[in-house]
């Protein structure tokens, strides 16, 4: 369990409530090799919504994250199976300061374009590790604006727009 679970967990619940499904894969555990990608790829064929979530390494990506934005990238689009499906990143970091997440979610929004997603926008959360991998909703008034910020977008996501700036 970490932030990054406790985050996408709660936007699944409210997509969820909509009448979405909702299925992860956690990327570190991930091979990258045959299976691995295979099962990744079928996650991600045929599904309406990508939503990466991932806690700030320095100033960028996890290298797992960007070694399977990588390995999608170097498939043909015809190996890949989608183009345009919407992608969303999400980004928590220990820093109070949530624009230390920029350049992550930049370097997330130029490497789903480079792997045929379409940016749907991103999110960033700091002071993550007061979450700590306790479910969302039960961490108290610490995460009522990373609550409400997610049931925002989850509203916006379910009716097909982008990540709202609100």
Not at 20 to 40: K, M, Q, V
Not at 73 to 99: H, K, M, Y
Not at 118 to 133: E, F
Request: charge should be negative.
């Amino acid at each position: 369990r970490s932030t990054s679970w406790s985050l996408g967990q709660f936007l699944a619940e409210r997509l969820r409530d909509r009448d979405w499904t909702a299925d992860h894969i956690i990327l570190p555990r991930l091979t990258l090799t045959g299976e691995g990608i295979e099962s990744l790829l079928g996650l991600v064929r045929g599904t309406d919504l990508v939503v990466l979530c991932t806690p700030l390494y320095i100033d960028a990506l996890p290298g797992p994250v960007v070694q399977v934005f990588e390995v999608i990238r170097d498939l043909s689009p015809e190996s890949r199976g989608w183009n345009g499906t919407p992608f969303i990143a999400i980004v928590n970091q220990g820093f109070p300061e949530s624009f230390q997440s920029r350049l992550a979610l930049r370097i997330a929004e130029l490497m789903a374009g480079s792997c045929g997603f379409t940016w749907a926008g991103g999110l960033a959360l700091g002071m993550g590790g007061v979450i700590n991998g306790t479910p969302l909703a039960d961490v108290g008034w610490v995460a009522r604006k990373a609550r409400s910020a997610l049931e925002i977008t989850a509203k916006a996501l379910s009716s097909g727009q982008p990540v709202p700036t609100e």
